[in-house]
């Protein structure tokens, strides 16, 4: 199957950026800005020409690890849903693997590195991707005999409902919609860099996997929030916006001493063999600490 449902939601998403820049240009003229907005298209022109020349590879991979597959679900309706499900339950790992191994997070960290939130954020996909092999994470549904064309077009469409979520129009959802779906309100604060919201709603189309998992926290009305990275880019270089991380983390191994080199790869971003830095986790408990406020679960 050789159906993109990305390709296709395109002129939608360009509509949508359009419709969300006339509201920001009456209800919220800081919500955009334009070198910002400009580094963010920038970023996913190169996601596509990098997709474009990997796509094949990450597929050939794909139909190979289905070959070795012991079960044939094949093509019937109800595996449909259920492959979109079950994708989405991959994703939510892969998601929060991005934010707790540092190698993943290399990739991903481009998606986060605007202080800005709006539809053109959405559109930050990874260039590296590929070289950071996050796709083995839908390799277990080409395992459990799902189709190879059934999981990209399940990946196609979770992707699609993600776009419309990266907005600050949008304020709360009825309950019964945000009980199980992710909204605009949910992923601000998994975008957000307020200590309390730090790793918090890696969904993709259903918060019910953060819910589970114990990584959901809801957005507190009235709390301003603050978007980006904990050390912020500072520049709008759409190299720099991509690679520093890569960058940073080859510095630190080559530093390290022998015995920690490993551990600046697999270990979560901002760990340092001598403790002059502090993680996420560390910046989110001391908040905790200071406010008096319940511990969260990891």
């Given at each position: 199957m050789e159906f993109d449902p990305v390709t296709w939601a395109i002129p939608a998403f360009v509509v949508l950026v359009?419709?969300?820049?006339?509201w920001a240009r009456n209800r919220r003229r800081d919500a955009y800005e334009s070198r910002d907005t400009a580094t963010s298209l920038a970023i996913g022109l190169g996601s596509i020409v990098a997709g474009a020349l990997t796509g094949s590879v990450v597929?050939?991979?794909l139909v190979w690890i289905h070959t070795l597959s012991p079960f044939a679900i094949g093509w019937a309706w109800w595996a449909w849903p259920l492959c979109f499900v079950l994708d989405d339950l991959a994703y939510y790992w892969f998601h929060r693997s991005a934010h707790r191994v540092r190698w993943f997070w290399a990739s991903h960290v481009n998606h986060h590195s605007s202080q800005h939130y709006n539809l053109s954020t959405?559109?930050?996909?990874?260039?590296?991707g590929f070289f950071a092999v996050t796709f083995v994470?839908?390799?277990p549904l080409a395992i459990a005999g799902f189709e190879p064309g059934m999981i990209l077009v399940c990946a196609g469409f979770n992707l699609i409902y993600q776009f419309w979520i990266h907005t600050e129009a949008i304020g709360r959802m009825p309950r019964w919609f945000e009980a199980v779906m992710n909204t605009p309100s949910h992923h601000r604060v998994h975008h957000a860099i307020n200590p309390r919201y730090l790793d918090r709603n890696y969904a993709g189309t259903f918060i019910v996997w953060d819910k589970l998992f114990g990584t959901f926290e809801p957005e507190e009305t009235?709390?301003?929030i603050h978007y980006g990275i904990v050390n912020q880019l500072g520049t709008f270089n759409v190299v720099k916006a991509v690679l520093h991380e890569w960058l940073a983390m080859g510095r630190d191994v080559v530093g390290a001493p022998w015995r920690h080199k490993l551990s600046y790869l697999w270990r979560e971003p901002g760990w340092s063999h001598d403790g002059s830095r502090e993680t996420s986790a560390m910046i989110r408990k001391r908040?905790?600490?200071d406010h008096g406020a319940a511990p969260l679960e990891p």
């Open positions: 359009v419709a969300e820049l006339l597929v050939g991979a959405a559109l930050r996909q990874s260039w590296t994470f839908r390799w009235g709390t301003r908040w905790e600490r």
